[in-house]
C-alpha cells in the first residue's frame, strides 16, 4: 500500500485497504476556525449532540477575521469562544493567541506523523507535509465528527509526484509548487492523493515541503501528502510528548501515474489571473504594473518566506504607488522576524506589517483592492474577486517575487534584480 492507503487502513481498523473502496475512519484531530465554526456549532446543535467526542482532539483557531472586522465577525467571534468554552475545548487559540490555523496546527503540536486530520478548510491539506492525512471537510461534516468522532472516507487513487534536481538561488517551493499545479491542472487530481518525493522534496526545508501540501487542493486532490523523515521527526518531537507512528509507502505500492520533474532549469514562475493552473514563467509577464503586493497567508507567511523576501529587500524602497503588505503566519513566526531584524526591513522599504491572520487572501479584511487594481501576492488563490473587486486581479508568486516586484513596480524575477543592485 500506498502512504495514503496505509494511514485510512489504520484508520478504519483494516489490515488492508484499496483505492475506489469505502471506509469509515476515526479522526485523530479535527479543526475549526471563525469563519466555518459558527456552522459546524449550529449544525452540531440542530442533530441533537450534547457532547463532542473528544474534547482534546478539536481545536479551534480564530484567524480569519482577526481582529473582528466587523459588527458580524465579531458575532462570529462570540458564537465560537462560547462553544470552546460550554465543551471545554483545550486547544482553543484566541487572537493573540496563536495565527492562521494551518501554521499554528503543527507548530503547537496537534499534527504528527500517520494521523488522520480533518479541517473545517479547503487547506487543511497542509498538514500532508507531515506525512498525516489531512483534507478539508464542510461544516456540516464536522458537525459529525464532533459528535462522533468518525467520518467516512473513499480511497483516492494517488498520483506520485517525483522531483529531483536543485533549485536555483531565489527560486523556491513555491516556485516548485506552482509549476507542479500549471501541469497537473486545476482539475487534474480531483479526489486523488498527491505523493511528493525525490531528492529535490527530501532536500527541501519543512516550511517548504508545507507549500507543496498546500497546495494539493489548488489541483482538485483530497490531499497532499510528503512520507516523514529526520526532519519532520524532529520538528514534531520539538512541539509535542505524544506518541506518533511515522508511516511510509511500501516499495512496491501502486499509483494511478507518477508524474517526474527536474527543477535544475526552473525559472520564477507567476499564476495568472484569473485561474491557478495558468502557470507561467516569470520572464513571460515581467514588466506587468502592479498596485499591491502581499507576503503571507497559509501559502507562504513562515519564517523562510519572509527571511527570502527581506533579502531581496534589504536596503531598497519599494516603488512609489505600490503598497506592500506583510502579514507573518502566527504570532511565533511574527516574534522570530522581530528578533531577526525583518520586520525592520520590511518596515524601512515602506511595507506595512499586519498582525497574523489571513489578510488579504480570501477578500474578508485588509488589504482588499479596488476595481482594475493588480496585486501580486504569496498566497494560492487568484479567482476573480479573490481579493476584493470583482475587476482587480491577483498574480500569484513566491515571496521573493513579490518583493521584488514591489520594488519596482512591475512583476520582475528576483533573480534579475539581485544582479543590477
Not at 467516512?152 to 517551493?173: D, H, M, S
Not at 480531483?190 to 527541501?204: A, D, P, V
Not at 504594473?289 to 519572509?306: M, P
Not at 527581506?310 to 506583510?326: F, N, Q, S
Request: glycine share 10%; hydrophobic share 40%; aromatic share 6%.
Amino acid at each position: 500500500m500506498n502512504i495514503i492507503e496505509k494511514i485510512l487502513a489504520n484508520a478504519s481498523g483494516k489490515r488492508q485497504v484499496s483505492s475506489g473502496e469505502i471506509v469509515e475512519a476515526s479522526i485523530d484531530a479535527a479543526m475549526i476556525h471563525d469563519l466555518t465554526g459558527p456552522l459546524a456549532i449550529k449544525s452540531f446543535r440542530k442533530i441533537g449532540a450534547k457532547k463532542v467526542w473528544d474534547n482534546k482532539k478539536i481545536v479551534i483557531i480564530l484567524d480569519h477575521l482577526v481582529p473582528a472586522s466587523s459588527v458580524i465577525s465579531a458575532g462570529l467571534h462570540k458564537i465560537v469562544r462560547n462553544f470552546a468554552e460550554e465543551q471545554n475545548i483545550e486547544n482553543f487559540y484566541d487572537v493573540g493567541r496563536g495565527g492562521v490555523c494551518h501554521q499554528v496546527m503543527p507548530e503547537k503540536g496537534h499534527v504528527r506523523p500517520g494521523e488522520l486530520i480533518v479541517g473545517a478548510d479547503s487547506h487543511t491539506c497542509t498538514y500532508g507535509a507531515f506525512g498525516a492525512f489531512a483534507t478539508g471537510i464542510g461544516s456540516t461534516e464536522m458537525a459529525a465528527v464532533f459528535a462522533t468522532g468518525k467520518l467516512w472516507f473513499r480511497v483516492p487513487e494517488v498520483i506520485k509526484v517525483n522531483v529531483t534536481g536543485k533549485l536555483q538561488k531565489l527560486v523556491t517551493a513555491k516556485d516548485l509548487t506552482l509549476n507542479v499545479v500549471g501541469k497537473i491542472g486545476a482539475d487534474g487530481a480531483i479526489y486523488k492523493g498527491l505523493e511528493f518525493s525525490g531528492s529535490t522534496i527530501r532536500n527541501m526545508s519543512v516550511d517548504g515541503r508545507m507549500v507543496l501540501s498546500n497546495m494539493a487542493v489548488e489541483m482538485g486532490a483530497k490531499a497532499g501528502i510528503i512520507e516523514p523523515d529526520k526532519k519532520t521527526v524532529d520538528y514534531v518531537k520539538a512541539r509535542t510528548d505524544k506518541p506518533f507512528k511515522p508511516v511510509k509507502s511500501d516499495p512496491d505500492s501502486v499509483y494511478e501515474k507518477i508524474v517526474d520533474l527536474d527543477v535544475s532549469d526552473l525559472e520564477p514562475q507567476v499564476a495568472v489571473p484569473h485561474s491557478v493552473d495558468n502557470v507561467k514563467p516569470v520572464s513571460e509577464v515581467e514588466d506587468t504594473e502592479v498596485d499591491q503586493a502581499f507576503i503571507g497567508s497559509c501559502t507562504n507567511g513562515r519564517l523562510e518566506d519572509l527571511r527570502s523576501a527581506a533579502r531581496v529587500l534589504k536596503g531598497k524602497k519599494i516603488a512609489r504607488g505600490v503598497r506592500l503588505i506583510v502579514i507573518p503566519v502566527s504570532q511565533e513566526i511574527y516574534l522570530n522576524a522581530l528578533n531577526e531584524g525583518l520586520i525592520k526591513t520590511f518596515m524601512e522599504a515602506g511595507a506595512t506589517i499586519g498582525n497574523p491572520n489571513c489578510g488579504p487572501c480570501l477578500g474578508g479584511h485588509m488589504g482588499l483592492m479596488a476595481e482594475d487594481e493588480v496585486c501580486i501576492s504569496s498566497s494560492n488563490r487568484n479567482f476573480v474577486g479573490r481579493m476584493g473587486s470583482t475587476k482587480s486581479y491577483v498574480y500569484l508568486a513566491s515571496p521573493a517575487t513579490v518583493a521584488a516586484s514591489a520594488i519596482t513596480g512591475k512583476i520582475t524575477d528576483p533573480r534579475r534584480l539581485k544582479e543590477e543592485v
